[in-house]
């Protein structure tokens, strides 16, 4: 399996319940996107990461969302106190690089399907 | 801002028949990347294709084309001779050179079905 992998594949929380949403990028993928799709709808993007450094996270929704990315690999996506509203798939990317100069192609994770009770 | 349009929310075909999905977009950057990426009912999203803006030439891989033109913003994705395998939903994507990194902007998506 050299893809992105994602876990849980499936997450069920009661409401006010913080959640933290793994990701394992493509190994040696120094870009890193966070995106989340409701259903009927296509990915939205959340945040970035070039190497372990949060480039960009002008696409998550409050305060409540957190992403970090420490050792510049594996990444976490923290949602706290978490309300109805948090459901969704929420997609992880990598991609070789990234930025100014190329962009190449994401490739995504399967996704972890999240559901607040 | 950027913004990708998918007008066609469903489309049914038979097997063999030829499918187009539309894909319209918008940005005010000269230098951007088109994609398609297919989600089948499994869920996962998997990478068709990326165009720069800066060629237009046109892409056929096996029964997959790709038609770009910049006159209209359109980047249009031709199924020939489809097949059941192909049902699955289709999303269109820009992402814009500079500081933004790469993020992808995605249309709604194309909800095909091909019926045996």
């Known amino acids: 399996g050299a893809g992105v992998s994602q876990s849980p594949r499936y997450k069920v929380t009661k409401r006010g319940q913080d959640v933290a949403l793994r990701c394992d990028p493509i190994?040696?993928?120094?870009?890193l996107y966070w995106y989340r799709q409701a259903l009927g709808q296509g990915p939205e993007f959340l945040t970035y990461?070039?190497?372990?450094?949060?480039?960009?996270k002008s696409g998550l929704p409050n305060d409540r969302f957190s992403a970090e990315r420490p050792e510049g690999s594996i990444s976490t996506l923290t949602i706290q106190r978490t309300e109805q509203r948090d459901s969704a798939m929420y997609r992880c990317?990598?991609?070789?690089?990234?930025?100014?100069?190329?962009?190449?192609?994401?490739?995504f994770g399967d996704g972890t399907r999240l559901s607040i009770l | 801002a950027q913004k990708v349009t998918q007008a066609q929310t469903e489309i049914s075909v038979v097997e063999k028949e030829d499918v187009t999905l539309d894909c319209v977009y918008e940005?005010?950057?000269?230098?951007?990347?088109l994609f398609w990426y297919k989600q089948p009912p499994s869920g996962e999203l998997v990478f068709l294709i990326r165009?720069?803006?800066?060629?237009?030439q046109n892409e056929i891989s096996g029964r997959y084309s790709w038609n770009f033109q910049k006159s209209t913003s359109s980047f249009n994705f031709t199924i020939t001779a489809s097949q059941v395998v192909d049902s699955a939903v289709y999303f269109c994507?820009?992402?814009?050179?500079?500081?933004?990194?790469?993020?992808?902007?995605f249309g709604q998506g194309t909800i095909l079905t091909v019926h045996p």
């Open positions: 990317a990598s991609s070789l690089t990234s930025g100014s100069y190329s962009n190449q192609p994401q490739h």
């Open positions: 190994s040696g993928h120094v870009s």
């Open positions: 990461f070039n190497y372990e450094a949060q480039q960009d």
């Open positions: 940005t005010r950057d000269t230098t951007y990347y």
């Open positions: 165009r720069n803006s800066f060629d237009e």
């Open positions: 994507a820009l992402s814009v050179m500079g500081t933004s990194y790469g993020k992808l902007t």
